[in-house]
């Protein structure tokens, strides 16, 4: 196969803004598609199935093969469903976007244990909830890729994002660990952190910053991370605006103690323990 034709591939979140392109764009390279979303608001309350049936619709329409799923990813039982669609429907699952998202921004001082909970539920939750439920799939056929949304939030943090920040770096530290477990499976996982116009960045920004940033010129980034072609797996990227660039951890030369430093040895040499020069990429010292 070349690119993603013939691949079966879940989007989460897929009824508007973002997931819906990478479906879009997933169905027109030949790919079938499960369109999940659960319809709810932005800040994940109600629920429907019109969203994900007109991107459904719009899919076939074209030409392509698709199928709606209405599962939260916020449950195992959700997770389970969404793939559950896929290997009902098509037969099989290659690929797994797991974009669905909401928003409950507020101060940390202000934020509640609910609030806090309602948004890892979703994004990191969510993410191992699919994923999970896909990954003896993945194994078993030595072929897999996953895609996760983290945000620039999650890299560099926001104010007002503290909830939504933890949950996107979460997801950062997931798909680390499934790239080395999944290596041996050819299963590759990366993130995506896309800078877009959506509803969930309408007031993030002024209309004229995020009239520069259609969220169509992301997909072909997380299109890419599906394909047979693409051997890149923990790599984290950054896509909006037409660029696209990729964010890594990086350690100083830092310095090497003979025996257990004091309280003011380290203060004397902190200047250079956080020197960045001559920094290069980080590795688990244990790992």
């Known amino acids: 196969m070349t690119g993603v034709e013939g691949r079966v591939v879940v989007v989460t979140g897929a009824g508007g803004g973002l997931g819906r392109e990478y479906a879009l764009l997933l169905a027109r390279s030949g790919a079938k598609v499960v ?20 991107v459904v619709e719009e899919i076939r329409a ?6 709606a799923n209405y599962d939260s990813v916020a449950t195992e039982d959700g997770g389970a469903g969404i793939i559950a669609t896929a290997l ?64 620039t939030s999650g890299i560099y943090g926001n104010f007002g994002q503290s909830s939504y920040g933890a949950a996107k770096a979460g997801l950062i530290g997931l798909i680390n660990t499934l790239a080395i477990e999944g290596a041996r499976y050819g299963i590759l996982a990366n993130a995506v952190a896309p800078i877009a116009a959506t509803r969930m960045t309408e007031d ?14 992301v997909a072909p980034v997380v299109g890419y991370l599906l394909s047979d072609e693409c051997t890149d797996t923990a790599t984290v990227l950054v896509a909006g605006g037409g660029q696209v660039h990729r964010v890594q951890q990086f350690q100083s030369k830092g310095l090497t103690f003979t025996g257990t430093p004091s309280i003011e040895e380290i203060g004397a040499w902190w200047p250079q323990i956080t020197d960045m020069d001559g920094a290069v990429p980080g590795t688990n010292p244990v790992g």
């Open 35 to 54: 369109v999940n979303d659960l319809g709810g608001a932005r800040d994940g309350s109600g629920a429907g199935t019109s969203m994900a049936d007109a």
């Open 62 to 67: 074209g030409g392509g093969e698709a199928v």
């Open 88 to 151: 009902d429907t098509f037969g099989a699952v290659h690929g797994v976007v797991n974009n669905a998202g909401i928003l409950r921004d507020k101060a940390f001082h202000k934020m509640s244990a609910d609030e806090w909970g309602a948004v890892l539920a979703v994004h990191l939750y969510g993410g191992y909830h699919v994923t999970r439920a896909a990954w003896p799939h993945l194994r078993e056929q030595d072929y897999g890729r996953i895609v996760v949304a983290t945000s």
């Open 204 to 217: 993030v920004a002024p209309a004229e910053v995020l009239e520069k940033l259609p969220a169509e010129q």
